[in-house]
């Protein structure tokens, strides 16, 4: 017999977009690099999230993706 377990991926999903994605970043990586404070804020808080999401640090090369 094979028991399976579903799990919501879906809400999990969801609840990790409410979280601010600068302090995911400073949990899981530290510090910010200094040179994020010179951008946009909106643009700073994607490139956390994305940096977030990828499980990578963020670099400068970023920027030119």
């Known amino acids: 017999m094979v028991i399976t377990l ?7 999903r969801a609840a990790s ?3 601010d994605p600068v302090l995911a ?3 899981r990586f530290g510090a910010l ?4 404070e ?3 804020t ?3 808080r994607h490139l956390t999230r994305r940096a977030v999401a990828r499980g990578i640090p963020l670099a ?5 993706e």
């Open 60 to 64: 400068e090369a970023d920027l030119l």
């Open 17 to 19: 977009l409410t979280v």
């Open 38 to 40: 010179d951008l946009d």
């Open 33 to 36: 690099p200094p040179w994020l």
């Open 6 to 12: 579903e799990l919501p991926i879906g809400a999990r």
């Open 25 to 27: 970043y400073e949990i």
């Open 42 to 44: 909106g643009l700073a």
